[in-house]
């Protein structure tokens, strides 16, 4: 490792008073040995069949993920509640229901509400428009954060200049009511960390960032779909999430398959935990299985067991 003289000086100082002025060093000595800190979250889409099936309500989600998984937080996909930003009957009730089962909700994912990057300054508005109303459901629900997506532009240099534009805007209204606004590799240039990266560091505000999920690295499918075509550019996964974990207030732990020992047979989980305990990240990493190769239910505690295995190894 290089240091220069004027980190190791400082550095000293740091450690000479006191072991907890860790704010006072250079952050990548203090990553280095930082702890895997994580707590773990439920995403509902790791339901998402069960909940389009309609033999799972939002209402009941809260208390099947405290009952069926021993899971005390929650995340929240507005596709299964998508009438329901503004009924303030429905949200009171939902937030009853995580209160009596003492369950967190951490934050709502957002889909199908426009453009965020749109070049058309109108189209782009109004997508920011669209999504007050979300920030206003995860203020009361008590969420952290909302997730977005950044779609819009067709080359780069146009969808970095878009981006800061419209998620910036959405964040003054975030911070309004105390909402961050992240967002998740999801497609297209929002899968790619250096673009994505670049995004937060010239918005550089404490109300955006990202929400790096482990499966969702494609930049380009078949025919130019957005979605439900075969993938033929994809962004390395390792590469891209160490890039997104410096601006992360959450993690997508994707999982499709397991194999005969746990682990997730498509990516290297260990490897991607000790990238997000090199960044000192602190905070939620929720469960979103996408499998088909176990029912829900048992995609879902396979994943939980090894998050918590690993936790155990690299904590």
Same mark, same amino acid.
């Given at each position: 490792?290089?240091?220069?003289?004027?980190?190791?000086?400082?550095?000293?100082?740091?450690?000479?008073?006191?072991?907890?002025?860790?704010?006072?060093?250079?952050?990548?000595?203090?990553?280095?040995?930082?702890?895997?800190?994580?707590?773990?979250?439920?995403?509902?889409?790791?339901?998402?069949?069960?909940?389009?099936?309609?033999?799972?309500?939002?209402?009941?989600?809260?208390?099947?993920? +405290?009952?069926?998984? /021993?899971?005390? *937080?929650?995340?929240?996909?507005? &596709?299964?509640? !998508?009438?329901?930003? %503004?009924?303030?009957?429905?949200?009171?009730?939902?937030?009853?229901?995580?209160?009596?089962?003492?369950?967190?909700?951490?934050?709502?994912?957002?889909?199908?509400?426009?453009?965020?990057?749109?070049?058309?300054?109108?189209?782009?508005?109004?997508?920011?428009?669209?999504?007050?109303?979300?920030?206003?459901?995860?203020?009361?629900?008590?969420?952290?954060?909302?997730?977005?997506?950044?779609?819009?532009?067709?080359?780069?240099?146009?969808?970095?200049?878009?981006? +800061?534009?419209?998620? /910036?805007?959405? *964040?003054?209204?975030?911070?309004? &009511?105390?909402? !961050?606004?992240?967002? %998740?590799?999801?497609?297209?240039?929002?899968?790619?960390?250096?673009?994505?990266?670049?995004?937060?560091?010239?918005?550089?505000?404490?109300?955006?960032?990202?929400?790096?999920?482990?499966?969702?690295?494609?930049?380009?499918?078949?025919?130019?779909?957005?979605?439900?075509?075969?993938?033929?550019?994809?962004?390395?996964?390792?590469?891209?999430?160490?890039?997104?974990?410096?601006?992360?207030?959450?993690?997508?732990?994707?999982?499709?398959?397991?194999?005969?020992?746990?682990?997730?047979?498509?990516?290297?989980?260990?490897?991607?935990?000790?990238?997000?305990?090199?960044?000192?990240?602190?905070?939620?990493?929720?469960?979103?299985?996408?499998?088909?190769?176990?029912?829900?239910?048992?995609?879902?505690?396979?994943?939980?067991?090894?998050?918590?295995?690993?936790?155990?190894?690299?904590?």
């Amino acid at each position: 490792m290089n240091q220069s003289r004027k980190d190791f000086l400082k550095t000293s100082a740091c450690l000479a008073g006191g072991a907890f002025l860790a704010c006072s060093m250079p952050r990548s000595l203090f990553s280095m040995n930082a702890p895997l800190n994580f707590d773990i979250s439920l995403a509902q889409y790791s339901l998402h069949r069960t909940l389009f099936d309609g033999e799972l309500k939002t209402l009941d989600f809260p208390a099947k993920a +405290v009952n069926d998984f /021993g899971i005390r *937080a929650v995340e929240y996909v507005n &596709q299964f509640f !998508s009438d329901k930003a %503004e009924d303030k009957r429905f949200l009171s009730e939902l937030k009853e229901r995580t209160d009596d089962v003492g369950v967190d909700n951490v934050l709502i994912m957002v889909d199908q509400e426009g453009p965020l990057s749109s070049t058309d300054d109108t189209e782009r508005l109004e997508a920011v428009r669209n999504h007050y109303k979300w920030v206003d459901a995860a203020s009361f629900l008590g969420c952290h954060s909302i997730r977005v997506n950044l779609f819009g532009a067709d080359t780069e240099n146009e969808w970095v200049k878009t981006s +800061v534009d419209g998620l /910036g805007r959405l *964040a003054d209204y975030g911070e309004q &009511q105390n909402v !961050s606004i992240i967002v %998740e590799n999801h497609g297209g240039f929002s899968s790619n960390g250096t673009l994505l990266a670049e995004v937060m560091k010239q918005l550089d505000s404490d109300w955006t960032g990202t929400l790096p999920d482990f499966g969702n690295f494609c930049i380009r499918r078949e025919g130019g779909a957005q979605w439900d075509a075969p993938c033929v550019e994809e962004y390395d996964t390792y590469k891209g999430t160490k890039e997104m974990m410096p601006f992360a207030k959450g993690v997508s732990a994707k999982t499709f398959r397991f194999d005969e020992h746990g682990n997730e047979a498509t990516l290297d989980y260990r490897r991607l935990f000790k990238i997000i305990r090199d960044s000192g990240f602190s905070g939620y990493v929720g469960i979103e299985y996408e499998g088909d190769s176990l029912p829900e239910d048992e995609g879902i505690r396979a994943t939980h067991r090894l998050l918590q295995q690993i936790k155990s190894e690299l904590g």
